[in-house]
């Protein structure tokens, strides 16, 4: 059975750091891109960061550049969101998802709420 767990989320004030997990079981993440995703209330799904599985390319959101690193965990079947300098507006409940031949398999979320 294929799941994708994530985890690490929390409340954090602004200027703080979260590490997020995105755990996979049943399938081998390392032959996927994986996605970061975010939706907070009243606004529509936002993608935030990708990581290619073909070179580990990768992307982030403007609004997310230079303070969001997405990286693959060593011989952990996981990936990881690091996420620093945050700020009240990357709230939300953030999503990964593992994507292969237009298969997609997503998580459940994890929510980060960033307030003083």
């Known amino acids: 059975q294929v799941q994708l767990v994530e985890s690490g989320g929390g409340l954090v004030q602004p200027g703080g750091s979260l590490r997020l997990s995105c755990a996979a079981s049943?399938?081998?993440?390392?032959?996927?891109?994986i996605d970061w995703f975010r939706q907070a209330p009243g606004k529509e799904r936002e993608e935030v960061s990708c990581?290619?599985?073909?070179?580990?390319?990768?992307y982030y959101a403007d609004s997310v550049k230079g303070r969001f690193t997405i990286s693959r965990g060593n011989a952990k079947n996981t990936v990881y969101l690091q996420m620093n300098s945050l700020k009240p507006e990357d709230t939300a409940v953030y999503y990964c998802?593992?994507?292969?031949?237009?298969?997609?398999?997503w998580g459940k979320g994890t929510s980060v709420t960033v307030s003083s």
């Open positions: 049943g399938l081998p993440l390392d032959h996927y891109t």
């Open positions: 998802a593992a994507n292969r031949y237009g298969v997609s398999y």
């Open positions: 990581i290619d599985s073909v070179d580990d390319y990768t």
